[in-house]
T-cell receptor
């Protein structure tokens, strides 16, 4: 079963506007990550936020984490055409012997219109 | 550094054929994994490995085998291809699965597999 679920499934905005995507998860986590996938390509890591952090910035990206609500949001400010992609959140899930694995949500398809 | 390299990029198989998807990383990462990506399903974990000689099943392991004889390589074998295995396959690696201080995962470019 998937740990993270993104909302909305698809988002279309005008260039220059801000884009907000949300992720909800079910069980406690140590970390949450966001990835971007351009069409036909592999996933690329964007940002990681730890469970004891509430907000993190990286360039035009802002990620928030609310562990009490088991949710995270990714904000992309001043969007550009090049931001058109699918965005995935990934949470850690415990496996054997203390190891962790990444579990991905279904993703949000973001389209930036010129 | 090349990062994570997957081959082939595209493959068409007939039902019942077998094949191996190759994955190699040159970052000395301990943790490697295979995902399949289907429309509306996101990425689902097939198999993973926390180090050379250690592998385990993910969410959807049926019909697939893996081995990890070296740190660098993590091939995925389809034993007898079925149309339900038509998908895009991604290999990923990260520094360690054991560290609570998580690190990012690096992905290959994917293999688009069609089973007819």
């Amino acid at each position: 079963s998937q740990q993270g679920e993104e909302d909305p499934q698809a988002l279309s905005i005008q260039e220059g506007e801000n884009a907000t995507m949300n992720c909800s998860y079910k069980t406690s986590i140590n970390n949450l990550q966001w990835y971007r996938q351009n069409s036909g390509r592999g996933l690329v890591h964007l940002i990681l936020i730890r469970s004891n952090e509430r907000e993190k910035h990286s360039g035009r990206l802002r990620v928030t984490l609310d562990t009490s609500k088991k949710s995270s949001s990714l904000l992309i400010t001043a969007s550009r055409a090049a931001d058109t992609a699918s965005y995935f959140c990934a949470t850690d899930a415990k496996i054997i012997q203390g190891a962790q694995k990444l579990v991905f949500g279904q993703g949000t398809r973001l389209t930036i219109n010129p | 550094n090349a990062g994570v390299t997957q081959t082939p990029k595209f493959q068409v198989l007939k039902t019942g054929q077998s094949m191996t998807l190759q994955c190699a990383q040159d970052m000395n990462h301990e943790y490697m994994s295979w995902y399949r990506q289907d429309p509306g399903m996101g990425l689902r974990l097939i198999h993973y490995s926390v180090g050379a000689g250690i592998t385990d099943q993910g969410e959807v392991p049926n019909g697939y085998n893996v081995s990890r004889s070296t740190t660098e390589d993590f091939p995925l074998r389809l034993l007898s291809a079925a149309p339900s295995q038509t998908s895009v396959y991604f290999c990923a690696s990260s520094y360690s699965a054991f560290s609570l201080v998580a690190t990012e995962a690096f992905f290959g470019q994917g293999t688009r597999l069609t089973v007819v």
